[in-house]
């Protein structure tokens, strides 16, 4: 189904983002793609970026290529965090909220893909579950507080491999022990994930809650090192020839999306954004249409209640 771009031909760009001085943003996974070109757009703007990566050298490098690329006066520090382990999320949030005062939004841009064989994090999740939703789950829930106390956003980067997949939450094997596939696993992530940023904001409406604003977007095809970090080899040769063609685009293209979710007034929250053109690999973005198993409420209600229990935490809306 085709939607009419409301941003026009062009649709949006950053172009839209206006001073973003007194802005503060927290962002995982920005030592490359899409997670440190929408860092770079951001500081450019004059926003306070807090990076939240697992690798603390590799921020340290990020940090000073943006100083290099744009001022050294820029606002940009970063938290170490692993969303792979429970216990590395908590411990970042714990020093996000001892020196980050306000959050204008939380953009939860790290993921990993198509981890070729069944591997288990510490906490016993499935990997690409334990890092993609139940990671970012808990990340979320915890800065909740601060986020709506900043009346900010939670932007959540999805991916169109939510549609790849069975069309439905696998709850009686979440750690998908008897029909594990690396695809498999990363379209139900993804589909986790979305279907969770549509009833949070069920349960935001319910709860009388308007000061906080829930997003989930998608970046297209785009050259980052995703499936270079955790793909197969055969995995990642085909993806480094698909790089060279005309189907994927940019990684600071890619970014588009969470930026508009994390920047632009008035953005219908009911909306799936991202490039709009065909295959939605890339084109002007925009809004998307969303398959309906993405939006089934019976589903998304059970998984929300299956992810806090698996967490250990519910959310205090």
């Not at 980067?157 to 690396?182: A, C, E, H, R």
């Not at 995703?226 to 890619?254: D, H, N």
Request: contains cysteine; aromatic residues 8%.
């Amino acid at each position: 189904m085709s939607i009419k771009n409301q941003f026009g031909k062009k649709g949006w760009t950053p172009d839209r983002i206006t001073s973003l001085k007194d802005k503060t943003f927290v962002i995982t996974g920005t030592t490359s793609g899409t997670g440190y070109e929408a860092a770079k757009i951001l500081l450019s703007k004059g926003a306070k970026v807090v990076m939240l990566n697992r690798n603390p050298k590799k921020s340290e490098d990020t940090i000073a290529t943006l100083k290099q690329e744009l001022s050294d006066t820029i606002d940009v520090s970063n938290i170490r965090m692993d969303l792979a382990e429970q216990a590395s999320v908590k411990k970042a949030v714990e020093e996000v909220l001892k020196t980050v005062p306000r959050i204008d939004a939380l953009m939860c841009n790290a993921a990993i893909a198509q981890v070729p064989k069944q591997t288990l994090t510490v906490d016993g999740f499935e990997s690409q579950l334990g890092v993609n939703h139940y990671g970012n789950f808990l990340l979320q829930a915890l800065l909740y507080p601060r986020i709506e106390e900043s009346k900010g956003r939670i932007v959540t980067v999805g991916s169109m491999g939510y549609n790849l997949g069975i069309k439905t939450i696998q709850f009686d094997d979440m750690n998908w022990d008897q029909n594990y596939s690396p695809n498999g696993v990363y379209s139900q992530s993804k589909l986790a994930q979305i279907m969770c940023v549509y009833e949070l904001q069920d349960r935001l409406k319910k709860a009388g809650k308007t000061d906080v604003k829930a997003y989930a977007c998608h970046p297209g095809a785009s050259r980052t090192s995703l499936i270079k970090t955790s793909g197969s080899l055969v995995t990642r040769f085909v993806w480094q020839i698909m790089k060279l063609t005309p189907m994927v685009q940019s990684a600071e293209k890619g970014s588009y999306p969470e930026l508009m979710c994390a920047t632009e007034d008035d953005l219908d929250q009911k909306g799936f954004y991202g490039p709009t053109g065909r295959g939605y690999f890339k084109g002007p973005v925009g809004e998307c249409s969303l398959e309906p198993h993405a939006k089934d409420k019976t589903v998304a209600k059970k998984l929300w209640e299956v992810s806090e229990k698996a967490i250990g935490l519910k959310w205090s809306l």
